[in-house]
């Protein structure tokens, strides 16, 4: 079945510094891949999207571009603010099949950022 | 401008006592979703429904039931809650074509 891996966190970083959060996946067909949000007690937010091999999606300074020959969408911005703070998920949708509805997540990388 | 609306947020419930969690859309979306997040677990899906009157398990699906009698309401019960019930249980609807919109979840404490 499909499955994602990301980094294991907790990740701490000073402000300004450059972030890389990987995720590398397994599916079947051409999925569609995401990047969440969850920032402390609310719930998840869409934070970019891509749903085709090369696609770059980006937002807020972030991106992630669709690697299919790695199997790869790891998230990275060249300097981290305070407000970034948050847990972050990779995802997937299959892009065929009974549960082409269905996302399924990675374990979540917690990130915290210091002044 | 709603969303995914879920209530209750908070609830203390006792081993073996039930309730039922409510979720709304307004967004008029086909697909709703019932996962729970667990520390180190990520969010695993309950269940899940792809249309009114319709629903199917998910990954973790024992000691919880659901219902769609409306496309807009998706209700997850608990019949005799257990202390591993305790978790955050997040709501989250869909289109097709859409992503995955989140409600804030339910924070559920069985003692």
């Known amino acids: 079945g499909d499955s994602v891996t990301q980094m294991e966190g907790p990740v701490t970083l000073s402000e300004e510094a450059f972030l890389t959060i990987n995720c590398t996946y397994t599916?079947?067909?051409?999925?569609?891949l995401f990047w969440y949000v969850q920032y402390p007690g609310e719930g998840l937010q869409l934070l970019l999207k891509?749903?085709?091999?090369?696609d770059k999606g980006s937002n807020k300074g972030f991106e992630a571009t669709y690697r299919k020959e790695t199997t790869s969408f790891h998230l990275e911005k060249g300097s981290v603010q305070v407000s970034d703070s948050a847990v972050y998920f990779c995802?997937?949708?299959?892009?065929?099949?009974?549960?082409?509805?269905?996302?399924?997540f990675g374990k979540g990388t917690k990130l915290s950022v210091i002044p | 401008n709603a969303g995914v609306t879920q209530t209750p947020k908070f609830r203390v419930l006792k081993t073996g006592q039930s309730m039922t969690l409510l979720c709304a859309q307004d967004?008029?979306?086909?697909?709703m979703y019932w996962y729970r997040q667990d520390p180190g677990m990520g969010l695993r899906l309950i269940h899940y429904?792809?249309?009114?009157?319709?629903?199917a398990k998910g990954e973790v699906p024992d000691g919880y039931n659901v219902s769609r009698l409306k496309k807009q309401n998706f209700l997850l019960g608990l019949e005799s809650a257990a202390p591993s019930q305790t978790s955050v249980y997040f709501c989250?609807?869909?289109?097709?074509?859409?992503?995955?919109?989140f409600g804030q979840g339910t924070r559920l404490t069985v003692v």
């Open positions: 989250a609807s869909s289109s097709p074509s859409s992503e995955a919109f």
């Open positions: 599916a079947t067909g051409y999925p569609s």
């Open positions: 891509a749903t085709k091999a090369d």
């Open positions: 995802a997937l949708k299959s892009g065929s099949g009974a549960g082409s509805y269905q996302l399924t």
């Open positions: 967004m008029n979306h086909e697909y």
């Open positions: 429904s792809v249309g009114e009157g319709t629903t």
